[in-house]
């Protein structure tokens, strides 16, 4: 995603911890209380601008929605959808996914979102996807059993590569759609980059993945 050096932001993030954790080590373990509530944590790693998030935080207003993004230049358009529709239920963390388990106690979230994850190509830089089977053992780690991973993307090569690498660690596959556009799924919610992509026409791929338990 296109970033354009903002020097208020990290400011910004700051002035709104009810709303965003700048200092996710701190709340290891806290997230429930971070949300006032026990209803299940629903994380999106690198959740960009935010409009996944909020918007599943609408649709599904007992359920927590946690979106964690590394920049603070692209977060704080998350923070600002946020703060023009209030939603109790959203909210985000500005951290790296590399760390989840610095994050996150074993079992306090219940679903990984990854949508549109950065491809990263070239075979070399394989270990920064974020199916990774070095990601898959974080994911796995911090999620509730049985853990799920929701993903969407437009790149063939990477739905490739996941449904690979996770197949591999032994995880099974609960849905594949090939395109979920012309699929029966009534509640989808569209990111930023699948509204850009859809729109170019291309093809938008999705799974539903689980652990074993
Ligand atoms: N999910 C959004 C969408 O579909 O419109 C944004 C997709 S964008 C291609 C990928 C985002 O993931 C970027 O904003 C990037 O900064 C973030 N990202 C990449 N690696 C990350 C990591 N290790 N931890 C947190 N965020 C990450």
Do not use: C
């Not at 849905?175 to 170019?200: A, C, G, P, Q, R």
């Amino acid at each position: 995603m296109r970033q354009r050096f903002k020097p208020w932001a990290k400011e910004k993030l700051i002035e709104n911890p009810k709303y965003v954790s700048v200092e996710p080590e701190k709340m290891k373990g806290k997230w429930h209380a971070f949300f006032g509530n026990d209803n299940p944590i629903h994380i999106e790693v690198g959740t960009g601008k935010g409009q996944f998030i909020n918007g599943m935080g609408k649709q599904n207003p007992n359920i927590n929605y946690l979106g964690m993004e590394l920049y603070d230049s692209i977060i704080i358009t998350a923070l600002d959808r946020i703060l023009e529709d209030e939603k109790p239920n959203v909210k985000l963390i500005r951290a790296d996914a590399s760390h989840l388990l610095d994050y996150f106690e074993p079992g306090e979230i219940e679903r990984v979102y990854l949508n549109f994850s950065d491809p990263w190509p070239k075979s070399k830089h394989a270990k920064r996807r974020l199916t990774h089977e070095s990601f898959l053992k974080r994911y796995e780690t911090v999620l509730k059993k049985p853990g799920e991973i929701h993903f969407k993307t437009d790149n063939q090569g990477l739905f490739e590569y996941s449904l690979h690498s996770m197949s591999t660690y032994g995880m099974f596959f609960n849905l594949v759609s090939l395109d979920l556009h012309k699929s029966d799924m009534e509640d989808n919610i569209m990111t930023e980059y699948e509204k850009k992509f859809s729109e170019k026409g291309f093809r938008i791929y999705r799974m539903e993945a689980q652990f074993r338990s």
